[in-house]
């Protein structure tokens, strides 16, 4: 396995969503670089939430999404069931973590 540092942001998500016991890393060590945005509203830390159990589109469901530290503004929830997974879906992190990143300078 490569250093954190060296990891690409979606390597990093998808080592967070499935983890690698073997080298000691848990599900719960995602840790946002330096790359990534802070909150564009105060500044603020955010930290990537997942495996929350959530209410859409009329049920109940577990999601990912990224959430600020400081003043709790969040990305909208990305539900597992997107991809096809119940829990720890990777690509709903990844998606998550990408929505935060996105600035109005830098939208697709």
Known sequence: MKPLKEMTLNERVKLYAEGDPKNGIHCHSFDFTKEDEPCPFCGGEA???KHER???HGKTTRAA???CLQC????ERVPYEEFGKSSYSADAHIKAVNAWNRRADNAE
């Open 72 to 75: 709790n503004a969040r990305t």
């Open 65 to 67: 999404y990224v959430r």
């Open 54 to 56: 959530v209410f859409i």
């Open 47 to 49: 930290r990537l939430q």
